[in-house]
């Protein structure tokens, strides 16, 4: 096998391996970043979902580089696209006019600013990125991983990676299993957390749903109906019990109230006389169609595009049948595996029913002219590259963040707590999806929160950090730090811990103990444009 040594290996090329890389290697380390996919960028790019981000983003409550990050998908769409004056001069520019964001974008103009924003660690001979590699093995010498597997999909050769520090920024937390670090999957129980929305016992296979997205666009008078699915009819039939109806029927439960509420699907809104003033397609998500758009060509010179292009994470395609990775003793790497394959078949299935059984308002059936976009998504079907995935497995950490840390219903007007050792802040509901183990959604209204140190810290293993949403966190807790900008956030504090350690000689634990040192790299934290408390605003 051949061997690779360098001073930190990133695991995972998501939001959060990207951060820590590039963190890394700005600090001046050597850096080897890996990812399965061809695309680094996870579930902005690889999975295709705009970002879900806080009603003040655009003024704070984001590190320096993911602002960069989002400045940079502007300028890329103003250098490169034929905007309008309007859109042009617009200061907060949204390609896509899309409601779930104010930043939604194709998936490979994301990819190609992370690609710009490493290139010059890159050049410098200080990050070594390798697409098409996944971890397979690794070993460790009591609390210590020595070495990572990387398998290469496109040879097939393995490559034995060896570093100072490992951080997993996999999205499903595969390095824990494979070095032996303690993880938990799954809902705790409230005997295990004390949290109120909490079961009365653990459940460790409930995930929640994943979601495998593709883009669409419509081209009027067209037909591109795709070959009918295999398992065609029982998808299109499917109804959990807690499901208002079929979930094909476009009439979904309310996140909030979980009343049904009805959505539609009208391409082009602007384009048709009958809804104005109707408020169809910007009512939040109850037009899907502008919900998730990540081109609107309304904001383009006439011409330039035919069509929107819409990019479909919608209620309808949330696989929770089972998990798509291995649960110990209860979900093996087949079941993973034939749940994987489920999503994909989920997702074609309301392609087609989209393309000829939807019911439309001129009382006809499907909309023939909706397209795949392969093009858009960077693959042979117009799927994405890999599924959404909301939950990951959980280091068991020096510290766990409980509902009770960040709950609107229990903190009230002191705001979410405040952590002596955080590393960086974040917001959004607990948002949890349609769940496996039979839930529906679970919304809580949450506070501004931070990111402790604690909930990065293994309680056993030294030199592997969590990069991704494989924190301290629980099912619940997940739901708001699974996020664009929390992941993000998340991996560039791991970054630049593993590389204050390896300059100070100390380890990531020793830090958080010692009151002095954890100032020092919170110092360094500032310096980086890493915010690690949300300014007195709203009472907060």
């Not at 959060?16 to 600090?27: P, T």
């Not at 034939?338 to 009382?363: I, K």
């Amino acid at each position: 096998m051949r061997q690779i040594e360098t001073d930190i290996a990133v695991i995972g090329g998501g939001l959060g391996g990207v951060a820590a890389a590039l963190a890394a290697s700005r600090a001046g380390h050597r850096v080897l970043l890996s990812e399965e996919t061809s695309w680094v960028g996870g579930q902005l790019t690889s999975q295709g979902v705009p970002p879900d981000e806080h009603p003040w983003i655009e003024q704070f409550g984001c590190t320096a580089s993911y602002r960069q990050l989002r400045d940079g998908i502007r300028d890329y769409y103003r250098q490169w696209y034929p905007l309008t004056s309007t859109a042009r001069a617009a200061r907060h520019l949204n390609p896509g006019d899309g409601r779930v964001s104010r930043i939604c974008a194709e998936p490979r103009v994301g990819h190609a600013v992370l690609e710009a924003m490493l290139a010059p660690a890159r050049s410098a001979g200080r990050l070594d990125v390798r697409l098409h590699h996944r971890p397979v093995a690794a070993t460790a010498d009591g609390s210590q991983v020595t070495s990572v597997t990387l398998r290469d999909a496109t040879s097939g050769e393995d490559v034995v990676v060896t570093a100072l520090y490992i951080l997993d920024a996999t999205e499903t937390g595969d390095l824990l299993p494979l070095t032996g670090t303690e993880y938990v999957t799954g809902f705790e129980s409230q005997a295990d957390t004390g949290e109120p929305s909490a079961p009365s016992e653990r459940q460790p296979a409930n995930m929640q749903a994943v979601s495998w997205c593709f883009a669409l666009d419509h081209e009027a008078g067209a037909d591109h109906t795709i070959d009918k699915p295999d398992n065609y009819a029982f998808w299109r039939d499917y109804q959990p019990p807690y499901w208002p109806g079929r979930m094909f029927e476009l009439v979904a439960p309310n996140p909030r109230t979980l009343e049904p509420m009805h959505r539609t699907v009208i391409p082009h809104p602007e384009d048709d006389p009958s809804l104005a003033g109707t408020g169809k397609g910007r009512r939040g998500d109850q037009d899907l169609w502008t919900f998730r758009r990540i081109l609107a060509r309304h904001q383009f010179e006439p011409g330039a595009f035919a069509s929107d292009i819409c990019l479909v994470n919608w209620p309808m395609i949330d696989y929770e049948r089972g998990s798509v990775f291995p649960v110990d003793g209860l979900v093996d790497e087949a079941e993973a595996a034939r749940h994987l394959e489920g999503a994909r078949e989920m997702s074609r299935s309301f392609v087609y029913w989209l393309q000829t059984e939807m019911p439309r308002l001129d009382g006809g059936t499907g909309l023939p002219g909706l397209r795949l976009r392969p093009d858009v998504m960077g693959t042979h079907d117009g799927l994405a590259m890999a599924p959404y995935i909301r939950e990951s497995r959980r280091i068991v950490a020096e510290y766990t963040v409980v509902e009770q840390d960040v709950s609107l219903a229990v903190r009230g007007e002191q705001g979410a707590k405040r952590y002596a050792d955080s590393v960086g802040i974040g917001s959004y509901r607990i948002d949890l999806h349609p769940s496996t183990g039979g839930d529906n959604y679970i919304d809580v209204g949450s506070c501004p929160f931070q990111i402790p140190l604690g909930a990065l810290l293994p309680v056993r293993v030294t030199n592997l950090l969590p990069a991704n949403k494989n924190i301290g966190t629980t099912h619940i807790t997940n739901g708001c730090y699974r996020l664009h900008p929390p992941e993000w956030n998340i991996g560039e504090s791991a970054g630049l811990l593993a590389a204050y350690c390896l300059t100070h000689r100390v380890t990531p634990h020793q830090v958080r103990a010692d009151d002095t040192r954890l100032a020092d790299y919170q110092r360094v934290l500032a310096q980086h444009g890493v915010e690690i408390a949300w300014p007195d605003v709203h009472g907060y």
